[in-house]
């Protein structure tokens, strides 16, 4: 069996090409450009290109972009004093401030001190609550470009059994909500899998989908996966490679060349995941600014 490549980068641009006509259409109609700011404390290398390539398609798609840069020995009282005046900032319609943050900093007071209306990330516990309810007003970027690579693909979690390997608050948790709840596009039966889980192999098995958000490289090997599994890798790592020139490559949380045999269909690491959480960052800051627009649909799940 030979995988299905599902490729990111192309479905990105559809979706950054729909967030443009959303912004021309607002900017036209109602005289409203969405506004997106993202704040970035430290030098993290990986950051600062995620920034920046957040901040190039937010300009592309028209909207007003503004990154903030802080030195890594900046205060928490300063982080939430920028968090302050971008809730306050009428241009700014979505707020996301980059994780991981530096050691000294709280992370959680940091993410609840954002306004929720603006809170694009979907990372306040307003907004995952909403989630968790079936309600979701926000929902974060890469769960929500995990559902719709896997809409648009043809794979449709209805019914099918989801192993999700990884349970953090920015991935794990909320794509397993995402895919749990009653409604098109979900419908999924899911089984969350974590550091503690044991017989992993036995459960990552019975994945009709299996979505790997460990942060350990090449961790899911072909043993580990049945026949036509779909394979949604998020991970991120770099391994050393001597013969490139920087010294390094980025390869995912699966074993890519191996699993790729076995499944139906996978994601390369990297052109997946990655495109789809900054396309679908566009589209929630398009939805904060149509929420500024128009408060009545702010209502619970609107």
Same mark, same amino acid.
């Given at each position: 069996m030979s995988a299905k490549v599902m490729n990111g980068t192309e479905m990105a641009k559809e979706i950054r090409a729909? @967030? $443009?006509?959303?912004?021309?259409?607002?900017?036209?109609? /109602?005289?409203? %450009?969405?506004?997106?700011?993202?704040?970035?404390?430290? *030098?993290?290398?990986?950051?600062k290109v995620y920034v920046r390539n957040k901040d190039r398609a937010a300009t592309e798609a028209g909207m007003v972009s503004e990154s903030i840069v802080l030195p890594d020995s900046t205060t928490?009282?300063?982080?939430?004093? %920028?968090?302050?005046?971008?809730?306050?900032?009428?241009? &700014? /319609? @979505?707020?996301?401030?980059?994780?991981?943050?530096?050691? /000294?900093?709280?992370?959680?007071?940091?993410?609840?001190?954002?306004?929720?209306?603006?809170?694009?990330?979907?990372? /306040?516990?307003f907004n995952m609550g909403l989630l968790m309810a079936g309600l979701p007003r926000f929902i974060p970027a890469t769960p929500e470009g995990i559902q719709q690579m896997l809409l648009r693909s043809g794979f449709d979690p209805e019914g099918k059994h989801v192993v999700v390997c990884g349970r953090s608050n920015i991935v794990g948790k909320p794509v397993a909500n995402l895919l749990m709840q009653r409604s098109a596009g979900s419908n999924a039966t899911v089984t969350v899998c974590h550091t503690r889980t044991k017989n992993l @192999? *036995? &459960?990552?098995?019975?994945? *009709?989908?299996?979505?790997?958000?460990?942060?350990?490289?090449?961790?899911?090997?072909?043993?580990?996966?049945?026949?036509?599994?779909?394979? &949604?890798?998020v991970g991120i790592n770099q391994i050393e490679a001597p013969e490139r020139k920087r010294g390094y490559r980025l390869v995912g #949380? %699966? #074993?890519?060349?191996? %699993?790729?045999?076995? @499944? $139906?269909?996978?994601?390369?690491?990297?052109?997946?995941?990655?495109?789809?959480? &900054?396309?679908?960052?566009?589209?929630?800051t398009l939805k904060a600014a149509r929420y500024f627009m128009h408060p009545h649909l702010r209502k619970l799940g609107g």
């Open positions: 729909e @967030a $443009a006509e959303g912004v021309a259409e607002m900017r036209d109609k /109602h005289g409203i %450009v969405p506004g997106l700011a993202v704040v970035l404390v430290g *030098d993290d290398p990986a950051s928490q009282d300063e982080v939430l004093s %920028v968090v302050r005046r971008l809730n306050g900032d009428a241009r &700014i /319609h @979505a707020i996301l401030v980059q994780l991981p943050l530096p050691d /000294h900093i709280d992370e959680d007071a940091v993410i609840e001190s954002i306004n929720p209306d603006k809170d694009v990330d979907g990372l /306040h516990p @192999a *036995d &459960i990552t098995r019975q994945a *009709d989908i299996l979505i790997a958000a460990i942060g350990q490289p090449r961790f899911i090997t072909a043993d580990m996966v049945k026949d036509g599994v779909v394979v &949604i890798d #949380d %699966v #074993d890519y060349d191996a %699993v790729s045999e076995k @499944a $139906a269909a996978i994601t390369p690491v990297p052109g997946g995941v990655g495109p789809m959480t &900054i396309a679908m960052l566009l589209l929630n």
